[in-house]
């Protein structure tokens, strides 16, 4: 099988990778994370103009018509930027849903806003109790008219401060863990009964914790099938967790650079402590860990294409499970190399471990998939 990028995958791993070089080194992301709502719409503007909000939507929708790969490219640049902008929430998240279940006057409403960056989107999906099972939700979507009537709690809404429409789960029949009777809304942040905590994350990103009470949305709101949308939930959360392995990777990739370079400056005993063997076997042993992660993001990537759904979401989960073992090995030997620089704020080194032990828990911890990678009968058949 050729790995190899085509020539128009390495002009647009060439054009991201320009952009994020001269917009975003670590001082100038310092300065966005202190803009209103945690990044910096200048920036996303920027990503706007090159085109990258709308890689993944279809031509007939404004869009380039790229697929996964295309995606993996963005965001292995955007983890090696620790970029803080809002793109897993707005165009991996918001644009998947749309993409996969939108109707042509959804589609038409939101995408346009999403291309050309004046729309951000919140994926209110995270309750009180419900760990990583996307089928346990206690918010409730009452119908009422031709309507619905959202309440509820969300918690760790990514981008849920600053977004201007939240994706929302919401039961609309049955009880707290059926997998049937989920719906997803279409709620503008602003309406009336929504009620937005925002605060910033360990990583430096920024969320929200949510209230709905009494939230009335019209029929259009409905993303799919109301009372059976698990299946595109799960669909596109997969396709999530597929853009944060990329993203983790390119986090990886920068993180042992950044170790490599460190090791070959800082002296000790009067000589640079990567002449000593036991270091430069932990380096080796940081870019296996890095490499196995690698191959299986792309395995990932490949798989976002399976038609089973049963086949997709065992690569995917395989996928976070390598990542997840890898990511945490990588920060910390960086953070071991580094020494004690590597605690303190001012050191680039301690952010990109926060960021990977993030992403490490974001919709699923390594446990959590491997499990799912156990009850699906591994990979081999």
């Not at 109707?103 to 995408?111: F, L, N, R, T, V």
């Not at 990977?356 to 990678?373: Q, S, W």
């Amino acid at each position: 099988m050729d790995f190899d990028l085509s020539e128009e995958q390495r002009l647009l791993k060439e054009s991201v990778d320009g952009l994020l070089a001269d917009a975003y080194d670590f001082d100038a992301r310092k300065k966005y994370m202190k803009e209103k709502g945690g990044w910096s719409k200048a920036l996303w503007g920027k990503l706007a103009e090159q085109g990258l909000l709308g890689l993944p939507f279809a031509e007939t929708d404004g869009g380039f018509g790229a697929g996964a790969v295309e995606t993996m490219i963005v965001m292995e640049a955007l983890g090696k930027a620790l970029v803080v902008e809002p793109y897993l929430a707005t165009v991996v998240v918001a644009g998947g849903f749309l993409r996969h279940g939108g109707s042509a006057e959804q589609k038409a409403k939101h995408i346009p806003g999403i291309i050309d960056g004046s729309k951000t989107f919140g994926f209110a999906q995270l309750e009180k109790n419900s760990r990583y099972d996307l089928f346990d939700v206690v918010t409730t979507a009452k119908k009422k008219g031709d309507g619905w009537v959202i309440d509820g709690e969300k918690f760790v809404v990514l981008n849920g401060e600053n977004a201007q429409t939240l994706i929302v789960t919401a039961r609309t029949k049955g009880g707290q863990r059926d997998k049937t009777g989920i719906g997803v809304f279409l709620v503008p942040a602003d309406a009336k009964g929504v009620t937005r905590k925002g605060y910033p994350t360990q990583d430096g990103l920024h969320a929200a914790d949510i209230t709905f009470t009494n939230v009335e949305v019209g029929a259009d709101a409905a993303i799919g099938d109301p009372e059976n949308g698990l299946p595109l939930i799960e669909r596109v959360a997969d396709e999530a967790r597929i853009a944060l392995c990329a993203e983790a990777v390119g986090a990886m990739d920068e993180s042992l650079k950044e170790t490599v370079e460190y090791i070959k400056t800082r002296k000790q005993f009067g000589v640079a402590i990567g002449s000593f063997q036991s270091l430069q076997h932990r380096a080796a042993d940081m870019f296996v860990a890095l490499e196995q992660a690698r191959s299986m993001s792309m395995f990932a990537t490949m798989a976002s294409d399976f038609d089973d759904a049963k086949e997709r979401a065992s690569a995917v989960a395989a996928a976070k499970v390598q990542v997840g073992k890898s990511l945490k090995f990588v920060g910390q030997q960086s953070i071991q190399l580094h020494g004690g620089i590597g605690m303190t704020m001012e050191a680039k080194i301690g952010h990109y471990f926060k960021r990977l032990t993030m992403i490490e828990n974001t919709l699923g911890d390594t446990d959590y998939h491997l499990r799912r990678v156990s009850e699906g009968g591994g990979l081999l058949a």
